[in-house]
């Protein structure tokens, strides 16, 4: 089956570790552009974070963004799918988490907003190149009708993976909790994930899914990595995402992108 439809994870993916694009990686996608496949972005990343890359790498089609709780054109921003987290919950969660002395964050849109910022927050900003407003969460949250596209909570990954349960447990389905990294235990709605969001724009392109590759490195790409028609693991990727792939490619480091997409998606 040709592959007509390639969706990348961001960071540890397509981004090395100084979060630049290899000129390898660019050529190879660039290349499939021309030969008519579609390229796009599914990262946990706000689009503001995700835009520039885009740009860099001439994409056409829709991103998606916020782990498939949006689903953006790549250089007009104009919102094709949306599905936030109600207020009211957002709000309990928040003011959960913070009881159990977790620091967080939410997102609105291109907004990024904490109660407090730390260290944490810090090394946020720095690694994501965005602005950190602090402010009242509960506050701001109920002025918000609409509700948030994600909560970030980030700590130790011994902490987070003692959170992630209890979380699991009291929200139940009402959200779907994953992990990008270590640190970052993500919250998005219950009823969305990279997979569905990958699912729905390749219907709109009409795509089938046995024409879609994705590539991904962490637990927030297992879905996308299982919808997908060839499922593709980074070499530095997750053990537990590598045993769900139909393929381990080379490491972020190695343009493992550009590997997969040489050897399974050009022709000639």
Same mark, same amino acid.
């Not at 207020?87 to 959960?96: H, T």
């Given at each position: 089956m040709t592959i007509r439809l390639v969706a990348m994870d961001l960071d540890d993916t397509l981004l090395r570790d100084d979060c630049t694009i290899s000129p390898r990686v660019v050529k190879a996608i660039? !290349?499939?552009? #021309?030969? %008519? *496949?579609? &390229?796009? /972005?599914?990262?946990?990343?706000?689009?503001?974070?995700?835009?520039?890359?885009? !740009?860099?790498?001439?994409?056409?089609?829709?991103?998606?963004?916020? $782990?498939? =709780? #949006?689903?953006?054109?790549?250089?007009? %921003?104009? /919102?094709?799918?949306? $599905?936030?987290?109600?207020?009211?919950? +957002?709000?309990?969660? &928040?003011?959960? &988490? %913070?009881?159990? %002395?977790?620091?967080?964050?939410?997102?609105? !849109?291109?907004? *990024?907003? =904490?109660?407090?910022?730390?260290?944490?927050?810090?090394?946020?900003?720095?690694? =994501?190149?965005? $602005? /950190?407003?602090?402010?009242?969460?509960?506050?701001?949250? +109920?002025?918000?009708?609409?509700? *948030?596209?994600?909560?970030?909570?980030?700590?130790?990954?011994?902490d987070l993976d003692q959170l992630a349960p209890l979380l699991n447990q009291r929200y139940g389905k009402k959200v779907h909790i994953t992990k990008s990294k270590p640190h970052f235990l993500e919250i998005i709605e219950g009823t969305v994930n990279k997979g569905v969001a990958l699912a729905a724009l390749a219907e709109r392109l009409g795509i089938s899914r046995q024409e879609v590759m994705a590539i991904g490195d962490s637990f927030n790409d297992l879905e996308m990595i299982q919808y997908a028609g060839v499922g593709v693991a980074m070499g530095n990727a997750r053990k537990e995402i590598k045993q769900q792939a139909d393929i381990v490619t080379l490491t972020n480091e190695e343009d493992g992108v550009a590997e997969a997409i040489e050897q399974y998606v050009l022709l000639g």
């Open positions: 660039q !290349k499939a552009q #021309m030969q %008519g *496949v579609k &390229v796009t /972005i599914a990262t946990g990343r706000m689009p503001i974070s995700t835009r520039p890359y885009a !740009k860099q790498l001439g994409l056409d089609v829709p991103v998606i963004t916020y $782990h498939g =709780a #949006m689903i953006q054109q790549a250089v007009s %921003g104009d /919102i094709l799918f949306r $599905h936030p987290i109600p207020s009211a919950l +957002a709000s309990e969660i &928040v003011q959960d &988490v %913070g009881r159990r %002395g977790n620091y967080a964050q939410i997102y609105l !849109k291109d907004r *990024v907003i =904490a109660q407090t910022l730390n260290e944490w927050s810090e090394e946020y900003a720095r690694i =994501a190149s965005v $602005h /950190i407003e602090e402010a009242d969460l509960p506050g701001i949250l +109920a002025q918000e009708p609409e509700g *948030v596209e994600k909560i970030l909570v980030i700590g130790e990954e011994s």
